[in-house]
């Protein structure tokens, strides 16, 4: 679909310094139009630039159109042999007559031809649209002839652009706030629209279709794109004239709140942002999380706006007054460069970090961008104005736009063999790539970036790749290398005995260097009322479950673990054991006789062992243990039991209680030394209940 001016008559007469602020003599004097004698002739002069998304076309008129009574022009675009005609009413400005259409076709060939009242003269010899693999996307305002500002998202063709270029011919980007904050990887913006909303759309396409990805706020205004593209920070506009910094995912979601009294947020890395504090005036470090600590400021920036920050992470880019200036991302002295008649509005850095491209306002309206090459030191160049709007028409910001090497999230940290993936897809190929680990010289990599033997800590990471055309990009990462295990705690159950025939085994993992837990092991023993434990036998392996539940067998002893493995491969040791029973039956007890069997559902496993006689015994012949508990009923007439280890007296048990239970767990006296061997339990008083149900035993 193109854009002509007849469209968008708006844009059509910003592009051309036409305005209805401007005085009449502005315009060309009126000609008088007759029937011409003969066809126009041939324009003159004919240039085609392409942005990523569109066409940027102008020439200038014949010399003679004016006597051939020209009243337009026919665009002609070929494309696979068929001719479209694209009529458009002509505006002429300084720079000749201007046409754009939000179109981009690659081998398309475009002519112009001017027509009077005879017809369509000849047309200008064709020119092939230039593949365009970089451009400028801008806020670009524009004055309406009401009087009013509007304000669209456009772009510049790189090189040879002469007009702002729409993104598309209609939809959200027609209407947007005048920052645009381009991804990562070059490949699209993000932009706030009418202060209420954030939109993201790719810029290196045509026909692209915006994708809201925040609703219903306000006061939103500048934005910025994380390294690793997954989160986008803005600065809110607050009641009180401050302003609020918030993250909200690139891909949408409930924003967090990082701080207020901040402002005109930028990625240092992917942990941290850089902001301009309004308490202290100076540019400011603050953790780009919810409620984020601020960690330092930078001393002598209390004029400063602006900030940006290298793609390297080496320098720091910012307005100082009204001059650009440098300074190292950790600590050294700022570089200026020459103060500028009127501040700077914005800052940004070229893909490869060698520039930087500073909007520049014009006295009495419009506005400028300029690069300024930076050295190594970072010292700043010369300017050079590459483009200027025309009029009063003024840019927002500036962001370079085009495919160009991007490194996805390296926040988990990684073995001491280390390998990183880096995306060079849409550079123009064939794409050479260096790579480089802290200051070690660069050398020739390929996707995935690895070397073995890294040490332990943090490391810095650098890509650049340069495409056909030979334009770089660089894209920096930090690069954690882990070697330490997880911490792991079992948290449950934290019962000795459970009637229940399974078993939750809960747990956590920590990891000190703030490596996450990738997953969990566990295992278990088990021990039979008169035997040893038998070896560890595997419950779950790899499981990112932090529970586990087991089934548990009547007069067993379970002993489980759990070991942790971080996303590093780092592996911790197994936990102490958490152990715990299941009671056996009271039909794994001898019972003398006076002892009656009952069944009842109210009883453990739906049996009992049940007496009122006193001087008779219920015995388990063969246990080991270290502890003990009987299962039994507790109730307002029940008496009491002489316990027996091996035919010794070591306690009374007492099963009266106030209220009736069923199933009570009751404690056992504690062996003085591991017990081998029987236990007894004898009635004590006659007419009294006993109702005994089952037997539990610890080994540990």
């Not at 081998?107 to 365009?132: F, H, Q, R, W």
């Not at 001491?416 to 790579?435: H, L």
């Not at 660089?474 to 229940?500: C, E, H, Q």
């Not at 009842?600 to 001087?615: D, E, H, Q, R």
Request: proline residues 7%; glycine residues 10%; hydrophobic residues 40%.
């Amino acid at each position: 679909m193109r854009t002509t001016f007849r469209v968008l008559a708006p844009i059509a007469l910003a592009a051309v310094g036409l305005t209805a602020a401007l005085p009449a003599s502005a315009l060309p004097a009126p000609t008088k139009v007759t029937r011409a004698a003969k066809l126009p002739s041939t324009p003159l002069d004919v240039k085609l630039a392409g942005t990523l998304t569109g066409v940027d076309l102008r020439w200038t008129a014949a010399p003679d159109a004016n006597d051939d009574g020209v009243t337009g022009y026919n665009i002609h675009r070929v494309v696979g042999g068929t001719d479209t005609v694209l009529p458009w009413q002509p505006a002429w400005n300084d720079v000749g007559y201007q046409w754009h259409e939000s179109e981009h076709i690659p081998g398309a060939t475009y002519s112009v031809a001017a027509k009077n009242a005879e017809g369509e003269g000849s047309a200008s010899t064709p020119i092939t649209l230039p593949a365009a693999h970089r451009a400028i996307t801008v806020g670009h305002t524009i004055w309406l002839e009401n009087g009013n500002t509007r304000t669209y998202a456009g772009q510049i063709a790189v090189p040879g652009g002469q007009q702002v270029v729409p993104l598309a011919p209609d939809g959200p980007t027609q209407i947007i706030g005048d920052v645009v904050a381009a991804s990562p990887d070059g490949r699209e913006i993000a932009f706030a629209k009418g202060q209420l909303a954030i939109w993201r759309v790719r810029a290196d396409i045509p026909h692209a279709t915006p994708v809201q990805i925040l609703d219903g706020s306000s006061g939103i205004i500048r934005l910025a794109w994380s390294p690793d593209g997954s989160r986008i920070a803005f600065e809110r506009l607050q009641p009180n004239a401050g302003s609020c910094v918030e993250i909200v995912a690139a891909t949408g979601g409930t924003p967090i709140r990082v701080g207020c009294n901040l402002q005109m947020p930028t990625w240092s890395s992917n942990s941290n942002l850089i902001v301009k504090d309004q308490t202290s005036g100076r540019l400011a470090i603050v953790e780009a999380k919810a409620a984020g600590v601020m960690t330092g400021t930078f001393a002598g920036t209390e004029q400063s706006t602006m900030p940006s920050v290298s793609p390297d992470n080496r320098w720091i880019a910012y307005i100082d007054g009204n001059a650009p200036a440098i300074r190292p991302v950790g600590s050294g002295t700022p570089k200026l460069g020459t103060a500028t008649e009127q501040r700077p509005v914005g800052i940004t850095w070229s893909p490869d970090g060698s520039e930087v491209l500073m909007t520049q306002p014009i006295a009495f309206g419009g506005s400028a961008l300029v690069t300024l090459p930076v050295g190594a030191d970072g010292t700043l160049g010369a300017g050079e104005t590459i483009y200027r709007t025309q009029g009063t028409d003024r840019i927002g910001s500036a962001v370079w736009q085009g495919a160009r090497v991007s490194i996805g999230s390296t926040s988990t940290p990684m073995g001491t063999t280390v390998s990183i993936p880096f995306d060079t897809n849409g550079m123009a190929g064939p794409v050479t790539t260096t790579c480089q680990l802290d200051e070690t010289p660069a050398v020739p990599c390929t996707s995935p970036y690895q070397k073995s033997g890294v040490s332990v800590g943090s490391h810095k990471f650098r890509v650049k790749a340069v495409d056909a055309d030979g334009h770089a990009s660089v894209a920096f990462r930090y690069v954690l290398v882990d070697m330490s295990a997880p911490n792991v705690w079992i948290t449950g159950p934290v019962f000795d005995v459970t009637k229940a025939a399974t078993a939750t085994v809960t747990y956590t993992a920590s990891d000190d260097s703030g490596t996450p837990v990738a997953s969990y092991d566990s295992r278990w023993r088990i021990a039979p009322t008169a035997g040893n434990f038998g070896a560890y036998a595997p419950v779950k392996s790899g499981t990112t479950a932090t529970s586990v539940t087991i089934g548990l067998a009547p007069g067993y002893e379970y002993c489980v673990s759990v070991r942790a493995r971080d996303v590093v491969g780092n592996l911790s040791t197994w936990t102490a054991d958490r152990c715990f029973s299941r009671p056996s039956d009271d039909r794994a007890m001898s019972a003398s006789t006076g002892w009656t069997r009952t069944t009842n559902s109210a009883y453990y496993l739906g049996t009992a062992t049940v007496t009122t006689k006193t001087g008779i015994s219920v015995a388990r012949s063969s246990v080991q243990a270290k502890r003990l508990w009987l299962v039994a009923t507790k109730c307002s007439t029940c008496g009491s039991l002489t316990v027996y280890y091996n035919g010794k007296s070591v306690g009374i048990v007492d099963l009266s209680n106030p209220s009736l239970a069923y199933q009570a767990v009751v404690p056992l006296p504690v062996p003085s030394t591991f017990l081998t061997g029987s236990v007894l339990l004898t009635t004590r008083t006659a007419g009294k209940v006993y109702q005994i149900d089952g037997l539990a035993v610890r080994r540990t």
